[in-house]
Nanobody, 119 residues
Framework: QVQLVESGGGLAQPGGSLRLSCAVS????????LAWYRQAPGKQREMVAQ???????SYEDSVKDRFTISRDVAKNTLYLQMNNLKPEDTAIYYC?????????????WGQGTQVTVSS
């Protein structure tokens, strides 16, 4: 059974930094991408950053130049380095993995980790 476990959330001051990690128990055979999403209270879940199997990355406009997504293939771990945090970054952050095993599309989510940015 595939499990994604996030860690690294917490309280940060505006302008501060946090690094999120997502440990993946097993990768899907044909990975589409790994991604970080977030959901703030009263808002829809949105994609923050993604990295595809080739290593190409993309970011939501509000986090460009502040957040960096990366992966350690050997450790099956996804990271999100968040710098210059703003109060509007406050949300629950989720990691996601999706791809194909044979003809079956699969999408897996972690349980989420709370990030709060406040002075």
């Amino acid at each position: 059974q595939v499990q994604l476990v996030e860690s690294g959330g917490g309280l940060a001051q505006p302008g501060g930094s946090l690094r999120l990690s997502c440990a993946v128990s097993r990768m899907v055979l044909n990975l589409n991408f790994l991604a970080w999403y977030r959901q703030a209270p009263g808002k829809q879940r949105e994609m923050v950053a993604q990295i595809n199997r080739g290593g190409a990355t993309s970011y939501e406009d509000s986090v460009k130049d502040r957040f960096t997504i990366s992966r350690d293939v050997a450790k099956n771990t996804l990271y999100l380095q968040m710098n210059n945090l703003k109060p509007e970054d406050t949300a629950i952050y989720y990691c996601n993995m999706n791809g194909f095993t044979g003809a079956n599309f699969e999408s897996f989510w972690g349980q989420g980790t709370q990030v709060t940015v406040s002075s």
